[in-house]
């Protein structure tokens, strides 16, 4: 499985953007999806996930009521639509996708996955 970020850029405090992840392979369907971020100096660290079907989704506290995680099966691409950015959103965002089945979040929200884009840089300026 490839994964490839699209989608960053720099914009204002308040506004936003949309990030996808197109994946190569025919077994998109099968994975499970997830955003991490890692600012500069920082550890990486979980956004949000979704599950393989689709039906449940994951959020990090500081981003929940913000940012949405969707997928696109078909497509083979999850996208991350993140609103009402501020300057702590600022980080270079990964992608990354597993076969997780369970409903745990500690299972989406750990960094263990087997797949990983080459990230897409995200700038919010105050």
């Known amino acids: 499985v490839q994964l490839q970020a699209s989608g960053g850029g720099l914009v204002q405090a308040g506004g936003s953007l949309r990030l996808s992840c197109a994946s190569s392979g025919r077994t998109f369907s099968s994975y499970a999806m997830a955003w991490f971020r890692q600012a500069p100096g920082k550890e990486r660290e979980f956004v949000a996930a979704?599950?393989?079907?689709?039906?449940?989704?994951y959020y990090a506290d500081s981003v929940k009521g913000r940012f949405t995680i969707s997928r696109d099966n078909a497509k083979n691409t999850v996208y991350l639509q993140m609103n009402s950015l501020k300057p702590e959103d600022t980080a270079v965002y990964y992608c990354a996708a597993d076969r997780i089945l369970s409903s745990r979040y500690s299972d989406y929200a750990n960094p263990w996955y087997i797949y990983w884009g080459q990230g897409t840089q995200v700038t919010v300026s105050s």
């Open positions: 979704i599950s393989w079907g689709g039906g449940s989704t």
